[in-house]
Antibody, heavy 123, light 106 residues
Framework: QVQVVESGGGVVQPGRSLRLSCAAS????????LHWVRQAPGKGLEWVAL????????KFADSVKGRVTVSRDDSKDTVYLEMNSLRPEDTGVYYC????????????????WGQGTTVTVSS | TQLTQSPSFLSASVGDRVTITCRAS??????LAWYQQKPGKAPKLLIY???TLHTGVPSRFSGSGSGTEFSLTISSLQPEDFATYYC?????????FGGGTKVEIK
C-alpha cells in the first residue's frame, strides 16, 4: 500500500524553527526529485522547495529563500524541510510530493503526494 | 515566470464541455502540469508535459498548448469533477502555480 506521510507540523511562535519530515512506504523516493508545496488557509497552492534526485540541486521559492533548507535520506525514503525564522505568513498545510519525471534535473509534475501537515505560526 | 489562469470561477452542468486556460508570462516550452484538488485533500496530478495524461486519469481530461498558452479541457463534466484546478510551470525556478479555477455545479 502506497503511503506518504508528513509530520512535524504544529503551532510555533514567530521567529522559531520547525523541521518537517515526509516518509514514504510502498513506493521509493530514490531516483526521484522531491518537492514541498504549501497552502495557506483558503488560498491556492504555493511551491516551496525542491531537492533533486541526487541532492545536488536544491531550489527555493523567493518567499522562503535563506530561511529554509531541504534534505533527503534515501536509506529511509524520507525528505525533510527545515524552516527557520518562521513568520505568520508561513502558516498553512505543507505537502511533500514526488516528481513524476525520471530524468536528471528535469521536472514534470508531482504524482505522489502526502496528506499534508499543518503549520501555524502565531504568538 | 507567472501563470495566469482563467476563469477563476466556472459554473457548469454535468455533461458540459469545460475549458480552463493558463497563460505564462514567459515561454515555458511544454513544462506545464495540471492538478485537481478537492476540499481538505491533496492535489492530484492530471496532466504533465502539457498534454500527457497521467496514469489512471479518465480520458475526458486533455491538455494542450506550448510556449505561453495552455488549456485543460474536460470533454463531458462528471459529478466527481467539481473541484479546483491548478496549472503549474516546471520550466524555470522558482516553480509556480496558477491562481486556480474553481468548477462548481450550475
Amino acid at each position: 500500500q502506497v503511503q506518504v506521510v508528513e509530520s512535524g507540523g504544529g503551532v510555533v511562535q514567530p521567529g522559531r524553527s520547525l523541521r518537517l519530515s515526509c516518509a514514504a512506504s510502498g513506493i521509493t523516493f530514490k531516483t526521484y526529485a522531491l518537492h514541498w508545496v504549501r497552502q495557506a488557509p483558503g488560498k491556492g497552492l504555493e511551491w516551496v522547495a525542491l531537492i533533486s534526485n541526487d541532492a545536488t540541486e536544491r531550489k527555493f521559492a523567493d518567499s522562503v529563500k535563506g530561511r529554509v533548507t531541504v534534505s533527503r535520506d534515501d536509506s529511509k525514503d524520507t525528505v525533510y524541510l527545515e524552516m527557520n525564522s518562521l513568520r505568520p505568513e508561513d502558516t498553512g498545510v505543507y505537502y511533500c510530493a514526488r516528481d513524476v519525471g525520471d530524468l536528471d534535473y528535469v521536472y514534470y509534475g508531482m504524482d505522489v503526494w502526502g496528506q499534508g501537515t499543518t503549520v501555524t505560526v502565531s504568538s | 515566470t507567472q501563470l495566469t489562469q482563467s476563469p477563476s470561477f466556472l459554473s457548469a452542468s454535468v455533461g458540459d464541455r469545460v475549458t480552463i486556460t493558463c497563460r505564462a508570462s514567459q515561454a515555458i516550452d511544454s513544462y506545464l502540469a495540471w492538478y485537481q484538488q478537492k476540499p481538505g485533500k491533496a492535489p492530484k496530478l492530471l496532466i504533465y508535459g502539457a498534454s500527457t495524461l497521467h496514469t489512471g486519469v479518465p480520458s475526458r481530461f486533455s491538455g494542450s498548448g506550448s510556449g505561453t498558452e495552455f488549456s485543460l479541457t474536460i470533454s463531458s463534466l462528471q459529478p466527481e469533477d467539481f473541484a479546483t484546478y491548478y496549472c503549474q510551470q516546471l520550466n524555470r525556478f522558482p516553480l509556480a502555480f496558477g491562481g486556480g479555477t474553481k468548477v462548481e455545479i450550475k
